[in-house]
């Protein structure tokens, strides 16, 4: 940065000059790149998901043997809310972010996103909301009215400590992330497309994460609502959930689930997408059914947000909605079935790798099966009533949660990692990493089915002996621990990788002889992404660009991989420039909220911090020709006072 | 963004567009909790014995015209006419503020006749919807003052044409949701005490 | 979905009405208000709630079509637009069911 020579006077005068590139933190706090922002995305989810997984591991030693004392019953609601809050928003939703944002534009043959900036606001608050939220546990007592809030027990009266407070506000920064995000990548698919890249021509990956993006634009607000609901009623004394006059706490639930529903869709099609490149990729055919493909993935999408009330089945909503929903979420078992079937379909008669990302790509196929079959069972309703609340529960949702989607983002970290950081993972420990978090996910979660038709509670922090709960219990917590070892496992597969590719050169284009349009920018990928973006002819472009059918239509190579890459040298590529805001007005969140809480004169400092920014962020000049993007183009002046992309 | 995209659309105003789809939800999730609790009043006072129709009508009829002033403010800009887009921006401005004003009034005057925010279910609905849509308003007056100080800075011409657009769907949009909460809210016969 | 690929099918030159032409609406806009406030004082029976809903959707859907452009603009804004409105109006009428609001009000 600083044997840049450029005087001020011949920058665009702004009112406020943006930062320039480099390298080292300050690159990584101002960047706009979208391949940075998900790097981002993903090295806070994974260590938001490290802190869940402690969390977990507590819950199961408090767990293991009767009459636990481990944690007090006070502490323990405030892990397990913790664990799921964590889990969900803070994990599984941002890890989804990650792959969203790295492979979106990439997939597309796009140079970014539709809004740099934005795109780079929203991963700064989501790491503010999360940081926000865990604040708690140095601040008063963390959430404890469970990850779904239920009225009235998330009240004043009920949960008297500042948890759910933190909880109802940081909850609502994290989704305004959310939804700034969705809004973006939304634009960014419909109309950042390379040419010939129409919406049928685009990866399912890129399907399923477009149809992710918008349920998140459609159940954001519902879930604010609540949020608002919940804090107006802590905060400032509103009764919405005030029984004592006539309020009904159902609302909640109502509003909860609305939301809650989608967002079950929203954290599984990432991981179906991702696993929709692995297998077709790994069993060297196309993916069967494409289109079946796509649109089993809308429909779910759609059909998601008429099947919320089966969550409520014994709150007493009435035998005739009970039935609706019944009907309902049976009927949304059918395009999950499609997908499991074009999956099967897809590997039939393939000629299968079993490498580490396939492994785990199996590993959703069949652990989310079994996940999906319990959760048929709840759609009875009759069943339903007896498993509600027990462990039963808890086994499905960890069954399709960490079966279907952990798993699913495993196979996506060992597939795409060449593609991010220019080197392989090592497929041997990739290997053991899959069959240690196999095993030691059946052995968490498998017994808890049985602990649950025993009779088993949820959400209990410990119970008494005799009634045949200790072996399985016990078998539950060493499970936990082998799944600890596994992520162990990947973390030193991390480091260890990282550490063998120093030094030498990047692992070369084309790995796993891939099919789509990210595989042709080379590995790692270049700052500009394509040197030159291509014109897309067929789905699964980079395949058909490597291979090509001879007169007996047998399959032949007509070009290698080095052929059909780009080798990412160009130069005078036009990128949009860093900028100091998005950090600087998701700053200003947390202490919105801390004012809310402790004291209404800390909401000042954020309020000038978020007008600041956001005026900055208007006035701030559209680009800075000395940007940092290597070779300069000193041709391209066409600088505007104001930044149009808001 | 002057650079060509896939659907033809700008980015931004797609962008205003799908917001403005996820606002539904929004709006819908508070218009329908306040449905939910309209006849749950408690002890204070029903919406039925505190609505003052005639002048909720006209501070309705305000917002509604300030649409046209905010259509005719775009419109004076594409053809070139400063003026008149400054002149129809401020005035979009003022009556979005006489329509504010009016509901600060009328919280006042609720609060004075015992409806406060935590009087009741029905009151902690009304003043959670109302304050919204209040918000919402003053959030587009800020946007319109914002727009008014560029132009006399010289940076509001033809060119930019399109961020009045936006701001003015933003602006259109906010009161159609009053049309709306008019009617449902308002003018539906409302369960006295 | 499909039909969003033809590029540049009714987009950006289409002709906006004239100021004369919003005036119009807007007038009828008033008229219309007018008369909702009108039932606050006339009294019409069992057709009044109704009649309140034809006017609301009918000014909603001037003010979308003409004063938000959606009338002349792209399919794709409309297409979002009217996505929020029906999932909106679905799910809350449901959910309004399920508390029974339609029968006990």
Known sequence: MSEETTTEEQRPLGVYTRPKGGNGWRDWVTTVDHKKIGILYGAAALFFFIIGGIEALLIRLQLATPNGTVLGADMYNQVFTMHGVTMIFLAAMPLAAAFANYLIPLQIGARDVAFPRLNAMSFWVFLAGGIFINLSWLLGGAPDGGWFGYAPNSGVVFSPSVGMDFYAIGLQITGIASLVSAINLTVTILNMRAPGMTLFKMPVLTWMLFVVQLLLVFAMPVIAVALFLLMFSRQFGANFFNTEMGADPLLWQHLFWIFGHPEVYILILPSFGIISEVIPTFSRKPIFGYEFMVFSGIAIGFMGWGVWAHHMFASGIGPLSVAAFSLSTMFIAVPTGVKILNWLATMWGGRIKFSAPMLFAIGVMSMFTIGGLSGVTHALSPADTQQTDTYYIVAHFHYVIFGGIIFGLFAGFFFWWPKVFGHMLDEKMGKINFWVMLIGFNMTFGPMHVLGLQGMSRRIDTYSPGFGFEAWNMVATIGAFVIALSVLIFLINVIVSAKRAKGQPPCGPDPWDARSLEWITPNPTPEHNFDEVPTVESLDEFWHRKWGTDEEGQIVRVATAEEVCQDGTATGVHLPSPSYWPLIFAIGLPFLGLGLIFNLWLTLPGAILIVTSLYAWIFEPVDDPDGPHGEHHADEKEVSEEASDV | MSEETTTGLSHNKLAMWVFLGSECLLFGALISTYLLYRNKFYDGPAPGDIFDIPFTSVSSFVLLMSSLTMVLALSALQKGDIRNNRLWLLTTALLGAVFIGGQVYEFTTFIREGLGYTTSPFSSAFFTLTGFHGVHVSLGIVMLMSLLISSYRGKLTEKNTETVEIIGLYWHFVDVVWIIIFTVIYLVPNPTS | ?105
């Open chain 3, 1 to 105: 979905m499909s039909t969003s690929e033809t590029t540049t099918e009714d987009h950006e030159d289409h002709e906006h009405p004239s100021d004369q032409k919003y005036m119009q609406i807007a007038l009828l806009l008033a008229v219309i208000t007018a008369a909702e406030v009108a039932t606050y004082f006339v009294h019409i029976g069992a057709a009044l709630i109704p009649t309140l809903m034809v006017m609301m959707v009918v000014k909603f859907f001037i003010v979308a079509a003409w004063f938000m452009h959606l009338r002349f603009d792209s399919k794709m804004f409309t297409r979002f637009f009217v996505a929020g409105i029906v999932l909106a109006v679905s799910v809350y009428f449901i959910f309004l069911t399920v508390f029974e609001f339609w029968t006990k009000g």
